[in-house]
């Protein structure tokens, strides 16, 4: 590790994190901040606690994902290689138990909950169980959401309202990278939606749920997600096209600037 120049090693370090997702999955924790809680200090702790929650699961599931990695991104990360990304996870989980503590009770309930739930996902390969994989992802990863609204707040029917939303969003995302690893999965025999239902009738299914989402978001008034409906059409539109990796990156773009939207509306 030390041989490696210090801008590959930062290259490294955001592959490790991803970075991306955890930017998206921090829009997911600072959205029911903003809809549940008035703007303060304490949206940065928010922010601070979703994003270190998700680089210590995402980086926690890389260190036991080596041979699907392998096949889908044709390297293995240089944290991963020479296992000083433990030291790191170990830095992460830290950081965002302090951040949460500056929370509420109710955040650091939902934290230490996802953080369990994370570790045992990855521990022991749930992911290989069909379906859990997707609904892992779909139902577990948005509990951050309840991290941020219950900052100040108890928990409410709204919020669990907003929760199941999200969370039928996310599951959808889920099913879009599953198409764009299909060849890694499939020669893995990892049992993926696309692997087992097969990828044209997964395409169909994600356009049903992207459907789904937008008809209940409308019929519940749900108006903070509405700025999540723009980005629906470029995602059918390079979902025909079988560019999954292009819509999946417009879906998480589109949970990254949630906040901005829903600052706007307010």
């Known amino acids: 590790m030390s041989k490696i120049k210090p801008s590959t090693l930062f290259k490294e370090l955001i592959d490790f994190i991803r970075l991306r997702v955890c930017l998206f999955i921090t829009g997911i924790g600072i959205t029911g901040y903003i ?10 702790w928010a922010a601070a606690s979703t994003f270190f929650i998700s680089a210590t699961a995402y980086s926690y599931n890389l260190m036991t994902d080596k041979k699907e990695d392998l096949l889908n991104h044709k390297k293995i990360n240089a944290f991963v290689l020479n296992r000083k990304g433990y030291a790191l996870i170990s830095v992460f989980m830290i950081i965002g138990l302090i951040s949460t503590l500056q929370l509420s009770y109710m955040s650091l309930f939902f934290y230490l909950l996802l953080l369990v739930v994370g570790l045992v996902y990855s521990y022991f390969r749930i992911k290989n169980i069909f379906p859990f994989k997707n609904l892992y992802t779909g139902f577990v990863l948005s509990i951050v959401f309840f991290i941020g609204s219950t900052a100040n707040s108890y928990l409410s029917i709204s919020m669990v309202n907003y ?16 198409l764009r690893d299909y060849a890694g999965d499939r020669e893995t025999n990892l049992r993926t939606l696309p692997v087992v239902l097969g990828y044209s009738l997964v395409k169909k299914l994600i356009y049903l749920l992207l459907s789904l989402f937008a008809f209940l978001t409308l019929l519940t008034e749900s108006i903070f997600l509405y700025p999540l409906m723009p980005f629906i059409t470029p995602i059918a539109i390079y979902l025909r096209k079988d560019r999954p990796g292009t819509a999946h990156l417009w879906e998480m773009i589109s949970f990254m600037l949630l906040p901005f939207g829903i600052i706007i509306l307010s």
């Open 35 to 44: 809809i549940f809680n008035p703007v303060g200090v304490k949206i940065f």
């Open 163 to 178: 929760y199941l939303l999200i969370s039928l969003h996310i599951f959808t995302i889920s099913l879009i990278s599953d």
